[in-house]
């Protein structure tokens, strides 16, 4: 058997476009362009790398964006500093700190100086909380993608065993939260792995759908999975291809010939997961314009 390939690259473009379209009848009805403002601490080639990709899909959409870029040395205070002004611009409908921070700031501090209500990664601690007891919140980028591959592939979670490798706040945690909710889309059980597991597979040959975040590449192979299970593969992992001009290429955690045999469905990467996260920030950013998480306040 060979896995049928879930094409994330199709799903963000249509979820782009519906963005695009939502947004030209927002402004030919008066309303102005929302507006996305990334923040980058630091020159760490692939934040830029991630942010330009983020712009240009702005652009693309109809989303004006800027790009604030402070020096590697500021401190904890004068982040926070250019954060709050940017909560108190009202031109500002998202605010995108790209992650990871410089070493020397502590990433969570910062994010919870973002106001909430255009906290568009979702990663606000009133953003995480409202998604853990199920009250509207923006959801963060990665996990949400997920879920709308698994709506747009019709794949079922309802009773089926999830098993989630990687328990960070930026996918990990917030993904457990979504796929298992009570409510709505999800309704699945789960195992949340992590680097202190013991016995990875014992875990794994049981997932209907196994979710990996844990950026190693080759982490799953095709023995590890259940057959016919739906694979998902969230890491994006840079290694050295002399054959390509950049000089490396980006690979997931699956070894893709081997799980590939054994899974019903499976993302590849690029063309995956990543793009669903871009797309899923326009959403987001479209979504604080119009104030729609947050109408009552
Ligand atoms: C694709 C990210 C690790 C650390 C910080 C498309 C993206 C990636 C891959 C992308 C990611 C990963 C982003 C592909 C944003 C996803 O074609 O497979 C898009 O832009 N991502 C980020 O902003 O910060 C990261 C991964």
């Not at 102005?32 to 991630?50: C, D, E, F």
């Not at 950026?215 to 999975?225: D, E, Q, R």
């Not at 019903?264 to 995956?272: A, C, K, L, Q, R």
Request: charged content about 20%.
């Amino acid at each position: 058997m060979s896995a049928n390939v879930i094409d994330g690259k199709k799903v963000a473009k249509l979820i782009r476009e519906q963005v695009s379209e939502d947004i030209q009848y927002w402004v030919s009805h008066g309303q102005r362009a929302p507006k996305l403002q990334a923040v980058i601490v630091g020159n760490n080639p692939a934040s830029h790398t991630y942010v330009k990709a983020k712009t240009k899909a702005c652009g693309e959409v109809g989303i004006e964006s800027d790009t604030l870029i402070l020096p590697d040395t500021v401190s904890e205070t004068q982040v926070i500093e250019a954060i709050e002004k940017l909560n108190h611009n009202d031109e500002v409908d998202g605010i995108l700190l790209q992650l990871p921070l410089p070493g020397h700031l502590p990433s969570w501090n910062i994010i919870e100086a973002i106001d909430y209500r255009k906290d568009v990664d979702g990663f606000h601690p009133m953003n995480m909380g409202r998604l853990a007891v199920g009250q509207p919140s923006f959801r963060p980028c990665t996990p949400a993608g997920i879920m709308e591959l698994f709506n747009y592939y019709s794949i079922a979670t309802k009773g089926k065993h999830a098993v989630i490798i990687g328990a960070s706040n930026i996918v990990g945690k917030p993904m457990t939260l979504m796929i298992s909710r009570e409510d709505g889309a999800g309704k699945a059980t789960v195992t949340l792995c992590h680097q202190y597991t013991k016995d990875l597979t014992r875990h794994t040959i049981n997932a209907d759908i196994l979710i990996s975040a844990a950026g190693t590449p080759k982490l799953i192979t095709g023995p590890m999975i259940k057959e016919g299970a739906v694979v998902i593969d969230v890491g994006i992992n840079r290694v050295a291809d002399p054959d390509n001009e950049r000089g490396y290429r980006l690979v997931g955690d699956c070894d893709f010939e081997s799980t590939q045999e054994k899974a019903n469905w499976i993302t590849p990467v690029p063309g995956g997961v990543g793009p669903m996260t871009v797309a899923m920030l326009m959403k987001n950013t479209l979504l604080a314009a119009k104030d729609a998480i947050y109408q009552s306040e």
